[in-house]
């Protein structure tokens, strides 16, 4: 394909791209098709020869397309959203042409410097403590990763290492430290709420070590309090552990609950204090393996500081509101946090801006300098390289759709755009907060989630209603939902965060959950 095929092609794309756009409301949500399908319906191996773009985008509309769950479709009310904008395609169009891995600053200078300054704009507009700028007081500064899922197994490795460290370094260097620190390894433990995403669970997964929860209950509002992080501290120090690393959640997956964040950092201020004074700088070993030996060891001697990450994954885009920043302060005591602008800022995925609180406990964990990569910027120490931020080397320019979509927007746009989502929840909620013939409410509206549902005699009773009405509600066509477990109790979650969704389809997904929970309560009714 030379130039000016390309721009043909590429015009022609742009038209399709546009039709496709309007024709999402027409198409059902979820693709139409049964595992398997599309094997057969391509060849068993790749063309010798090559083809042309008008054979193979007929394909694509006839092969694909069917295959395609419409995501930004005014019914799709499953997961968190992703998010999209035209600003951001245009960008993402930039981006591919620049094609580069862009690992140092030398590849371009301008991704890594795009980066920094779109990250600190963004920063300060979602109201972060002034450690997490680049030019902050603790050299801290904000990176963009592909996806919560790879911030938090980055921090951790970051995590795991400072707290080793830590743990150590009354120790000179040599084979006894060496044994130490492999002593300190075996025993660590990764902590996260019962409700925070199972990425930090798969991320321990990763790095070899322990997981654990801490437990959340309905009083709390399923959020993790400052006491039950103190219990299970305890509890798990009982045993001889460590814990190293903790995921507090500002809008937990199930039901977007924010943790209690002033008192987790109060506990682990004392918890750090106390560790200060009860620390007598020697480490003791038990060779018969006595847990209450092993446990009276650990207590006595030098341990880390846990490293306590916010993942904000979807809700963290709300910061952006006034009324929603006074919960920042308390993030000034932790050490990193991250949202994705993929899911509800219109910025196409994969785009996840994690800050941390001091850049050097990255770059001591992940920098690694072979003679290949040294350049006399990356040796000046002037420049930041990115891939010291990252566990992969090569990185997008994912900043320039960022870029786009916060000039584009600008940050009363992107307001108005979050507020809109969080109104539609609260729509959605009081509609079913007035049929309590029909529906409870599993919590009230939070952020754009409304969780709910169908009322019963008992537990099993609305257990086995809620899953019928859910699977009949995605069987129709109309809505993609998804559901959650919690604590034994089976729910609905509705979210309202696609850019699509307006009040009429809000109307329209309350009147087809009203008319399928009518229906089935009533066969229910004939049966008995």
């Not at 006034?322 to 509800?344: D, G, M, R, V």
Request: hydrophobic share 40%; glycine share 6%; charged share 20%.
């Amino acid at each position: 394909m030379d130039i000016n095929e390309y721009r043909k092609q590429a015009k022609k794309a742009v038209d399709e791209i546009a039709d496709y756009y309007e024709s999402i409301p027409s198409r059902p949500v979820l693709a139409d098709v049964s595992p398997g399908y599309l094997r057969p319906l391509l060849p068993d191996a790749a063309p010798f020869e090559g083809e042309s773009m008008d054979a193979i985008t007929a394909d694509l509309q006839s092969k694909i397309l069917p295959g395609i769950t419409h995501w930004a479709h005014p019914g799709f009310m499953a997961f968190f959203a992703c998010t999209a904008s035209h600003p951001a395609n245009i960008a993402e169009m930039w981006s591919n042409a620049f094609n580069g891995a862009h690992f140092n600053w030398i590849c371009s200078p301008a991704v890594t410097e795009l980066e920094t300054v779109v990250l600190d704009w963004l920063a300060k507009a979602l109201a972060l403590p002034e450690c997490f700028l680049s030019g902050g007081p603790t050299h801290g500064g904000g990176v963009l990763h592909g996806s919560a899922s790879e911030a938090i197994v980055t921090v951790m490795v970051a995590a795991r290492d400072r707290y080793l460290a830590q743990a150590t370094a009354h120790l000179p260097e040599g084979e006894d430290k060496e044994e130490q620190t492999w002593r300190h390894r075996s025993r660590l433990v990764a902590l996260g709420s019962a409700g925070a995403h199972s990425s930090t669970k798969k991320a321990a997964q990763v790095l070899g070590v322990r997981f654990d929860t801490v437990p959340v209950d309905e009083e709390s509002g399923y959020a993790m309090t400052g006491e039950a992080l103190a219990a299970k501290l305890a509890q798990l120090r009982g045993k001889g552990l460590e814990p190293f690393y903790l995921t507090a959640t500002f809008g937990s997956t199930d039901v977007c609950a924010v943790d209690d964040f002033v008192g987790i950092a109060a506990t682990l201020a004392a918890d750090n204090n106390n560790n200060k004074s009860n620390s007598n700088g020697t480490t003791t070993t038990t060779s018969n393996g006595d847990t209450a030996a092993a446990a009276a060891a650990a207590a006595a001697a030098p341990r880390g500081e846990v490293w306590v990450h916010v993942d904000g994954a979807f809700a963290g885009s709300a910061l952006l509101l006034p009324e929603y920043q006074h919960l920042t302060p308390p993030f000034a005591s932790f050490h990193s946090f991250n949202f994705n602008p993929h899911k509800w800022l219109l910025t196409t995925f994969d785009c996840s801006a994690v800050w941390v609180r001091s850049r050097a406990d990255l770059i001591t964990a992940l920098s690694i300098k072979p003679a290949y990569l040294r350049n006399e910027f990356s040796d000046s120490d002037l420049v930041t390289d990115y891939r010291d931020w990252q566990i992969p080397l090569g990185r997008r320019f994912r900043s320039l759709k960022l870029w786009f979509v916060l000039r584009s927007y600008g940050i009363a746009g992107l307001r108005a755009h979050v507020a809109r989502g969080i109104r539609l929840g609260q729509s959605l909620d009081d509609k079913l907060a007035a049929r309590p013939d029909l529906f409870t409410l599993f919590t009230r509206a939070r952020f754009a989630l409304v969780s709910f549902r169908v009322v019963g005699a008992d537990e099993q009773e609305r257990n086995a209603r809620t899953e019928t009405l859910y699977e009949t509600l995605n069987a129709s066509g109309k809505v993609y939902l998804t559901s959650t477990v919690v604590n034994g109790k089976f729910a609905i979650r509705v979210s309202t965060s696609t850019a699509a969704v307006r009040e009429e389809h809000v109307q329209a997904t309350f009147d087809l959950i009203v008319k399928e929970t009518e229906a089935l309560l009533a066969k229910v009714k004939n049966t008995q």
